[in-house]
């Protein structure tokens, strides 16, 4: 019912930047809370940043100062502006929305299928 597709991972070398996007398709009615989920190789999957329908944002304290969330609602996308990325930030990252789609009430929670992210030199 919801599509969540990010893209914009890659390789880039510890200073760098790089900018993710994630697009949600399908028969939405509206997006509420999104947010970007990391998981490294052998750990659990961590919360990132989150923002609300309104622009609220929050972030872990290790991005704080470096990485931005971002959403346009009227193309169903948010965005993870990263700089000054270290090696600790690889992972894949994925995001995360809770929707509705046409004729069903019920808020749902979707996620997307993740994008790699790698700083190495």
């Known amino acids: 019912q919801v599509q969540l597709v990010e893209s914009g991972g890659g390789l880039v070398q510890p200073g760098g930047s790089l900018r993710l996007s994630c697009a949600a398709s399908g028969s939405i009615f509206r997006l509420y809370n999104m947010a970007w989920y990391r998981q490294a190789p052998g750990k659990q999957r961590d919360l990132v940043a989150s923002?609300?329908?309104?622009?609220?944002?929050d972030y872990a304290d290790s991005v704080k100062g470096r990485f931005t969330i971002s959403r346009d609602n009227a193309k169903n996308t948010m965005y993870l502006q990263m700089n000054s990325l270290k090696p600790e930030d690889t992972a894949v990252y994925t995001c995360?929305?809770?929707?509705?789609?046409?004729?069903?009430?019920?808020?749902?929670?979707?996620w997307g299928q993740g994008t790699q992210v790698t700083v190495s030199s």
């Open positions: 923002i609300t329908r309104d622009g609220s944002t």
């Open positions: 995360n929305a809770d929707a509705t789609v046409w004729g069903i009430l019920k808020r749902n929670n979707y």
